[in-house]
């Protein structure tokens, strides 16, 4: 019965399984293996912060059993506020039934929050503190919160501190000297295609875009509200006076005007690409003031000197 | 607490100037501050070798109590601080102290620190080392095991401010190394 062909046969089959159960099981074992060994490294809840510099701190960043269910963190979330919001300064928010406040802007700089944990884009990592119902003792802990209602314009202002308004340059025509009753024409360079953007400050974005133009003429008349770019509000002033009596002067030291700009942006915040209005925050941004000379003759003067 | 430091402060003034100029030290020049206790070239420049050595031996005690404070073995860790830093530091690192005996975090063996080095200005100075945190590792109370973080097995360099007061050294803010250290 056990012939060499059927002892062959039944050896192959062996093999055959033995491979095809390693090659099976292998990879299967790997999959399995592998979460279970690497599990620890991936625990969601303790991160390592720099607290300070080279200072290292372990925080439990997992939500307490009496926050469950409170997705919102904001206190915005259906039902109410669950903790008691009466006493200051433990008055912005509730974590669960914790009564709490928190370092807004965070103390902490972006680039050392766990942005692996992050739980949403308009959440901030920073430092909490709360009242605990029938606790003496504080609670105190970082943690990602969703910045509360009244903290944005906090938020606001680090947004706005945050946008660079372009160094531009000035000039006039007729370029080099200009005369008593003639238009002058203002003009800026540098301006850019008129949009300014900041980086994000915590959940919050703030955008400018050029509203207008405000150029002093340097002759004690009023500023001129105008737009460079366009012909209906060109920056144009007529000068009635000469400057010769000016102390400043051209970089050929002619005395003239000290004329000066600035930039006036209109200033818009949005949050997940949704634009909130914040109380008390501005809603324009000035650029510093940029100048140039502004030297007056007359076109008496100008026959004269051809 | 600040009677000290214009005292100290001109201690290391003589002392650069004795180190420069030493035949010009006689200790005539200190006939005009009488409070001034340590006029001759060779006990200054002793101070500030011996400055250093404090601030040395004083970040090391530091160093110490941060590792008893977060080891969860201290009622009072703010104690631990005592005489070794300044109010705000010693409240930082009790804050963090309480914050691990809140979440029940506490950290078991001990840091290494290497490449230990002073430098003092006046009457403040700053001392920086490398601080190899891999054999510090973090645990729960519970006795469960927190995989220890990515940063904490690469040594990194700390560098702290140093002040005098009441003529000792404490360790104040940790600040930037700036790139100027590596471990």
């Known amino acids: 019965m056990l012939t060499p062909r059927r002892v062959s046969q039944v050896l192959m089959a062996t093999a055959v399984l033995l491979i095809g159960l390693l090659g099976g099981i292998a990879p299967g074992q790997a999959a399995t293996l592998r979460p279970a060994a690497v599990e620890p490294a991936t625990d969601p809840c303790y991160v390592l912060i720099e607290v300070r510099p080279g200072v290292f701190e372990y925080v439990n960043i997992c939500p307490d059993p009496d926050e469950e269910d409170s997705g919102e963190d904001g206190g915005s979330g259906g039902g109410g506020p669950r903790c008691d919001l009466t006493e200051e300064p433990y008055d912005e928010f509730c974590l669960g039934t914790k009564a709490c406040r928190a370092d807004i802007p965070s103390p902490l700089s972006e680039e050392k929050w766990p942005e692996h944990?992050?739980?949403?884009?308009?959440?901030?990592?920073?430092?909490?503190?709360?009242?605990?119902?029938?606790?003496?003792?504080?609670?105190?802990?970082?943690?990602?919160?969703?910045?509360?209602?009244?903290?944005?314009?906090?938020?606001?202002?680090?947004?706005?501190?945050?946008?660079?308004?372009?160094?531009?340059?000035?000039?006039?025509?007729?370029?080099?000297?200009?005369?008593?009753?003639?238009?002058?024409?203002?003009?800026?360079?540098?301006?850019?295609?008129?949009?300014?953007?900041?980086?994000?400050?915590?959940?919050?974005?703030?955008?400018?875009?050029?509203?207008?133009?405000?150029?002093?003429?340097?002759?004690?008349?009023?500023?001129?509200?105008?737009?460079?770019?366009?012909?209906?509000?060109?920056?144009?002033?007529?000068?009635?006076e000469m400057s010769y009596d000016q102390t400043a002067e051209d970089f050929d030291g002619n005395p003239g005007f000290a004329a000066q700009a600035r930039l006036v942006y209109d200033i818009t915040f949005t949050m997940g690409g949704v634009e909130v209005n914040l109380p008390g925050v501005p809603d324009t941004l000035e650029s510093p003031w940029n100048g140039t000379v502004v030297p007056v003759g007359e076109i008496q003067a100008l026959v004269r000197t051809r | 607490?600040?009677?000290?430091?214009?005292?100290?402060?001109?201690?290391?003034?003589?002392?650069?100037?004795?180190?420069?100029?030493?035949?010009?030290?006689?200790?005539?020049?200190?006939?005009?501050?009488?409070?001034?206790?340590?006029?001759?070239?060779?006990?200054?420049?002793?101070?500030?070798?011996?400055?250093?050595?404090?601030?040395?031996?004083?970040?090391?005690?530091?160093?110490?109590?941060?590792?008893?404070?977060?080891?969860?073995?201290?009622?009072?860790?703010?104690?631990?601080?005592?005489?070794?830093?300044?109010?705000?530091?010693i409240e930082f690192n009790a804050g963090i102290a309480s914050r691990y005996a809140d979440q029940g975090i506490v950290r078991v063996g001990e840091p290494v620190i290497s490449d230990v080095t002073v430098q003092v200005v006046d009457q403040?100075?700053?001392?920086?080392?490398?601080?190899?945190?891999?054999?510090?590792?973090?645990?729960?109370?519970?006795?469960?095991?927190?995989?220890?973080?990515?940063?904490?097995?690469?040594?990194?360099?700390?560098?702290?401010?140093?002040?005098?007061?009441?003529?000792?050294?404490?360790?104040?803010?940790?600040?930037?190394?700036?790139?100027t250290i590596t471990c």
């Open chain 1, 117 to 240: 944990t992050r739980p949403g884009p308009d959440h901030i990592f920073t430092f909490v503190q709360c009242r605990v119902p029938g606790q003496e003792e504080l609670y105190e802990r970082w943690r990602w919160i969703e910045p509360y209602e009244d903290a944005l314009p906090g938020l606001g202002w680090q947004a706005l501190g945050r946008l660079q308004t372009p160094a531009f340059t000035m000039r006039f025509e007729p370029a080099g000297m200009t005369y008593v009753g003639a238009d002058t024409r203002f003009l800026l360079d540098g301006l850019g295609d008129g949009e300014i953007i900041g980086s994000v400050a915590g959940p919050l974005q703030a955008t400018g875009m050029l509203s207008h133009v405000e150029i002093d003429p340097g002759d004690g008349s009023a500023t001129i509200e105008c737009d460079p770019d366009l012909r209906s509000r060109a920056c144009e002033h007529v000068y009635l």
């Open chain 2, 1 to 89: 607490m600040s009677g000290s430091f214009p005292r100290a402060g001109r201690r290391f003034t003589v002392g650069l100037v004795c180190l420069a100029v030493v035949a010009a030290c006689s200790g005539d020049d200190d006939s005009g501050d009488p409070a001034s206790p340590e006029p001759r070239a060779t006990v200054t420049e002793d101070v500030a070798t011996q400055a250093e050595a404090e601030i040395q031996a004083v970040f090391e005690q530091f160093i110490a109590a941060v590792v008893e404070a977060q080891s969860g073995a201290a009622d009072d860790p703010a104690a631990l601080f005592e005489g070794l830093a300044t109010d705000e530091t």
């Open chain 2, 124 to 179: 403040s100075g700053v001392v920086s080392a490398c601080m190899d945190e891999s054999g510090w590792t973090p645990q729960l109370t519970s006795g469960q095991t927190i995989p220890p973080a990515e940063e904490q097995l690469t040594p990194h360099p700390v560098v702290y401010e140093v002040v005098e007061s009441e003529g000792s050294w404490l360790i104040g803010n940790p600040i930037e190394p700036g790139g």
